[in-house]
């Protein structure tokens, strides 16, 4: 089972890895995603590396690597739940990157001790909201002249 969740992650991470690496040539996620602006222009390059690194270490022989591929895939994707609740975004867009989350805290379940991995989970969700505070900006309020 643990080898058919991490062939389902790394398979979803090696295609947004092409599309973060290219995103400054074409722009396409932040439009598509309506978020344009709202994170620094290194951002989905360096993401769309981190993918495809996660991606590869998701298939190593060493079991620290595949949680270490874990950890991320927690952090980044608590992080896309955040953005997308930053920008207001409706609330079912954070269940895409959810699903991510659960499949990564199973993943390490079945590695390590259900308490460490929910423990180990939590801290990264910590971490990916924290850098979402730190890397997404808000979208601006207009205030009516007239309110």
Known sequence: MDFAL???????????????????CHGTVESTLGGAGSLPRWFWPTAGLCLGLVSYANFSGSSQAVLCA??????????????HWRLQHHPVAALAPGVFVVLAAIVAGLRVSIFVALLGTAICAA???????????????HTALLG
């Open 6 to 24: 991490r062939v389902a992650e790394s398979t979803a991470f090696a295609l947004h890895s092409a599309l973060g690496i290219t995103e400054p």
């Open 70 to 83: 874990q950890a991320y895939i927690v952090a980044f994707h608590s992080g896309a739940m955040f953005w």
């Open 127 to 141: 971490f990916g909201v924290i850098l979402g505070l730190v890397l997404v900006t808000p979208p601006q309020r």
